[in-house]
């Protein structure tokens, strides 16, 4: 898809030319501005306000070095990122990767998703997010502790519970947290809550953890009911087996669906009597295992080296809940062709530009990461409401607000796909949804800030 509007497109330019060989950022933000076109058309103040030149462009990113000492006394240097893209309707709020893919396109491609996937809970919640090209894998608790604490020494002073509040992403859960928290109240000598995604014990939300995947098939959910349809009967594959493909395993189970298949980046795991959520929990959550770990204990279970192959599995229903780009145009055409009804995106941006084109053409359902991943973020907001309280709500009252944010994301993406005459095209709807809340708080807040 090429743009058909001048200002667009020479938006599109600019940032080709600014972010040159920034492939993930680039993508991210060539599939927004495709969609915004018909709002910008519609819009003429928008474009006189210089919106989407602003929006295209972080506040904010900071690059540092993080030094720490391995557990055999040697000197390790990692590059650490926070990019704080935009604040204009409330402080910035991402998570945090440690990941050895991590670079600036990748940190830049997912703080620009966050701006309208925040926009979209209907919290007051900006963009950001940040990690480093450290890997976790391997590395003791120690090294870990060690890390993180170097990290926080230097994000401490860009951070703060009204500026900047980060949270998990890969590599970053309850412990790499519990250890980042720490080391930020020693520096600033204030419990705040500066980070979401905290433990239970120290100002934690209930349902954080689960929250991404549940929210996930609370959105899937709302796709199928539309079409007067539901999860019973259907058969489930989710990539990763990581925090969100865990709890979205647990929903969908619960729900009716039968997940028959989970991977990681060594290959994936097939089990036609339906994945043992018991047994992935203890190895995956408690002893840091590969998944391949899984066809050990569980009989009638195969393993199969090789991620992408999870896509070969037939299923009515597949959730990619790995990483980038983890979904293309091969794998989304085996997936239609073996009758495949419904995609949704519990990552960040796993299917290709071509495999999004490939499930739309084929009639199949497609719900976009800035929706359908949604849950987990709208939770941490949940999450800073409680810590701005002082309370703590229970696991009921936390789950119900999230069931009632993603039936309100899903309204909104759909009721702009349909007021922009593309209904059912979550991908745009959610864009366009996303981006005008934002646009109108810039527009409203003027040009210098
Ligand atoms: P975890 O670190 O808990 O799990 C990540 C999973 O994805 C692991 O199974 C991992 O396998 C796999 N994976 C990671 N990188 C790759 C890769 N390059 N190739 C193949 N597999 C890979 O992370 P999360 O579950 O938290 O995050 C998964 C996705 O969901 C990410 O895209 C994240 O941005 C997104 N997301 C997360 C939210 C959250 O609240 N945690 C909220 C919204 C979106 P391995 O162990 O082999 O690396
Ligand atoms: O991609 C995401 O939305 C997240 N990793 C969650 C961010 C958050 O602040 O909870």
């Known amino acids: 898809m090429s743009f058909s509007n001048k200002y667009i497109a020479s938006v599109y330019e600019a940032v080709e030319k600014r972010n040159a060989g920034e492939a993930e950022f680039l993508q991210a933000v060539r599939e927004v501005l495709e969609t915004i076109e018909p709002v910008i058309e519609k819009r003429p103040d928008l474009q006189a306000a210089g919106v989407v030149e602003r929006i295209v462009e972080p506040e904010r990113f900071i690059q540092f070095r ?22 204009a309707i409330g402080p910035y709020k991402g998570g945090l990767r440690l990941h050895p893919s991590v670079n600036a396109s990748v940190i830049k491609f997912l703080g620009f998703e ?45 951070i703060g519970a009204d500026t900047d509040v980060p949270a998990g992403d890969i590599g970053v859960g309850a412990r790499e947290i519990g250890y980042m928290f720490g080391q930020y109240k020693r520096l600033a000598n204030e419990f705040t809550g500066v980070l979401t995604g905290k433990g239970l014990t120290y100002g934690g939300s ?3 953890t689960e929250a991404t995947g549940y929210g996930l098939c609370y959105f899937v959910r709302e796709m199928l009911a539309s079409k007067g349809d539901s999860f019973k009967g259907k058969t489930v594959v989710i990539s990763g087996s990581g925090n969100v493909a865990i709890y979205a395993t647990q929903k969908a189970t619960e729900l009716g669906g039968k997940v028959v298949a989970l991977s990681d980046s060594s290959g994936y795991v097939y089990d036609p009597n339906g994945i043992q959520l018991d047994v992935v929990k203890q190895i995956k959550e408690v002893e840091r295992l590969r998944i391949s770990e899984y066809a050990k204990r569980v009989s009638g279970a195969t393993f199969t ?8 599995i037939k299923c009515d229903i597949a959730l990619p809940c790995a990483t980038q780009n983890e979904l293309d145009a091969a794998s989304a055409e085996i997936l239609v062709k073996n009758g495949c009804k419904l995609v949704a995106e519990g990552a960040n941006m796993p299917s290709t530009p071509e495999a999004i084109e490939c499930f739309q053409s084929n009639g199949v359902m497609f719900g976009p990461a800035k929706a359908a991943n949604a849950g987990g973020v709208a939770t941490s907001g949940l999450e800073m409401s409680q810590n701005s309280q002082r309370l703590a709500w229970t ?13 309100g994301i899903y309204k909104a993406a759909y009721d702009a796909s349909v007021e922009y005459g593309c209904p059912g095209n979550l991908v ?17 807040q003027g040009i210098a800030y």
């Not at 030094?67 to 604040?87: I, K, L």
């Not at 696991?395 to 009632?404: I, Q, R, T």
């Open 66 to 87: 993080v030094s720490w000492v391995d557990d055999s006394g040697r000197v390790q240097v990692n590059r650490g990122f926070r990019v704080q893209f935009n604040s």
């Open 114 to 158: 966050q701006i309208f996937k925040n926009s979209l809970t209907g919290l007051p919640m900006g963009g950001g997010k940040g990690g480093s090209d450290f890997d976790p894998k391997g590395k003791s608790d120690m090294e870990v502790m060690r890390f993180c604490q170097s990290f926080m020494t230097e994000l401490s002073k860009h």
């Open 206 to 208: 209930l349902a954080r």
């Open 305 to 312: 080296p090789g991620c992408s192959g999870i896509w070969t």
């Open 395 to 407: 696991f009921e009252e936390v789950d119900a607000k999230l069931d009632g944010i993603m039936k």
């Open 428 to 444: 745009a709807g959610a864009n366009i949804a996303g981006f005008l809340k934002v646009a109108e708080a810039m527009k409203a």
